[in-house]
């Protein structure tokens, strides 16, 4: 099955009815692209959990080594981290109550899609969600 991308109402669909991002790979240094985005969505009013094992918080936020040990419900998994780690951040995915995994720019699987679809997940990929967010809503 080959990747296809929601289209843009569903993207706004789904930012507008999103609350909870966990951001896996969020930096707690403030140069980093992960923490731009990530900030300027906290800003946009979306609470923010960081997931990385090398910070204890960011942003404000105590951070979580795994998406496994996040207690809170969580609507996006936005993951910053490289191709290659996808498919192991898709399998903790699967573990949540998220139904959306939202891989940045630059981040592409197939066969993350492809798992990730068989588990009723909607996939984004290769997409800012903070580009997404101000061509879709605007703010």
Known sequence: MAYQAPGKQEMR???EEAETIAVVGLSDKPERTSYQIAKAM????????PVNPEIDETLGEKAYDTLAEVEEDIDIINVFRRSEFLYSVAEQAVETNADVFWAQQGIFDEKVYEFLKEKNFTVIMDMCIKVAHSITIGK
């Open 42 to 49: 906290q800003e946009a009013g979306y609470k923010i959990i």
């Open 13 to 15: 669909s789904i930012l």
